[in-house]
């Protein structure tokens, strides 16, 4: 049978993930940079309390936005931790199926056939199919390593037409490790006002920044927030990323869009995980996010020595000062980025992800994850200094 026919147009067109590819080819022989998840478990208060709500009997829906308390939870969370306020109730918080699920619903909402989202790239793998799927066009705009990989405002306005529905911003970055600064941000929401165009932003990686900075949100400058949907989730910030538990945050009308789909296709996010998200920010709101610092702590050596270790190899690796990945550059080997990737892993059982599978503004890079340990960081290394001498 021909089955070929049967599948739609669309999905057909959207290529395969370039991360997944290398996953697929792990064992115990190869040592991973390249996956995207914490490798601390999810602290013990919140595993505890979604326990005791599986041993209570009965696990049943909440509501299609969520639990009333867990929404509450985080308006507080939003507003105590990066001055975002003033929304107008629990209302304007969507519990999701994960971050990801809050992107898709997000674009599904907005968008009519032959819209256009603005992306910056490099970007996630996820951003571009999620317009694809709802029918709109996305249109990417390079960031570039001399610009510490920001977007700049003017490359912002000169990709704004009468298409244009809205802007896709995704800092601290998957996977360049880029952050955006309260100025960068002035001048992005300066453009947002003139144009009238809307925002999403997905702020998955908020919590994970160094160097002393604090993320920025666009939602928590002036005029901002009614422009701006926020989209997060418990998966970077508190090991739980098997959980699958997002949520979005934004202007109410935006917001019952977006929970209409959500009630049609998914119902509810699972509800153990929404007891665990309970607990995650109550256990936060009482110890100062102590877990979630020592966290960052770690990574924040992990990512000294991953730097310094590509640099001291000669692959330039631009300083992330959030997420927990680096994106060092790797042209002086004369080769692209595929190509590095799949040598290193052949010959070495290294693997990292080509820098082209996150937009053709990644070609020349590879990016690399410090969610691993220092044993692992530095095994790799040996590999990797010894894949660069057999060039």
Aim: aromatic share 8%; with cysteine.
């Amino acid at each position: 049978m021909d089955y070929d026919r049967y599948i739609a147009t669309v999905v057909k067109q959207i290529p395969p993930s370039g991360i997944r590819k290398y996953f697929d080819l792990l064992d115990e022989s190869h040592i991973s940079l390249g996956v995207g998840e914490p490798d601390f478990p999810t602290p013990e208060r919140i595993r505890q309390a979604a326990l005791k709500k599986m041993s209570s009997g009965r696990i049943a829906y909440t509501s299609n936005s969520g639990d009333p308390h867990l929404r509450e939870l985080i308006l507080r969370y939003l507003d105590e931790r990066f001055d975002i306020r003033g929304y107008s109730g629990i209302d304007d918080v969507l519990i999701t199926v994960g971050a990801s699920q809050a992107i898709d619903l997000a674009m599904r909402a907005i968008i009519n056939p032959g819209d256009e989202v603005i992306i910056h790239e490099p970007s996630y793998v996820s951003y571009i199919p999620a317009v694809d799927l709802a029918g709109g066009v996305a249109v990417t705009v390079p960031t570039c390593a001399e610009d510490r990989f920001r977007l700049r405002a003017d490359v912002l306005r000169a990709a704004i037409t009468e298409k244009t529905k809205a802007l896709l911003l995704a800092f601290p970055s998957n996977p360049t490790g880029a952050i955006m600064e309260k100025e960068d941000l002035e001048a992005i929401a300066e453009v947002v006002r003139e144009t009238g165009i809307f925002v999403i932003t997905d702020e998955i990686y908020a919590e994970l920044t160094y160097n002393g900075k604090r993320h920025v949100s666009l939602a928590s400058l002036p005029g901002m927030r009614e422009r701006t949907v926020v989209l997060n989730g418990f998966s970077k910030a508190f090991s739980m990323t098997g959980w699958r538990l997002g949520y979005a945050a934004g202007p109410s009308p935006i917001i019952a869009a977006m929970r209409k789909i959500h009630q049609l296709t998914m119902l509810c996010a699972p509800t153990p995980a929404q007891i665990a998200g309970i607990a995650a920010l109550e256990q936060g709101f009482e110890d100062g996010f102590a877990d979630t610092t020592a966290m960052v702590e770690e990574y924040a050596r992990r990512r000294r020595i991953m730097i310094d270790g590509f640099n001291a190899l000669g692959l330039t690796c631009n300083e992330p000062e959030g997420a927990f990945y680096v994106f060092p550059c790797i042209r002086s080997t004369g080769m692209r980025s595929e190509a590095f990737c799949d040598a290193l892993l052949a010959k070495e059982k290294v693997v990292t992800v080509p820098g082209d599978a996150f937009g053709a503004a990644g070609e020349g890079f590879i990016r690399c994850c410090y969610a691993t340990s220092v044993e692992d960081i530095e095994r790799a290394f040996e590999r990797i200094g010894a894949f660069m001498r057999s060039l």
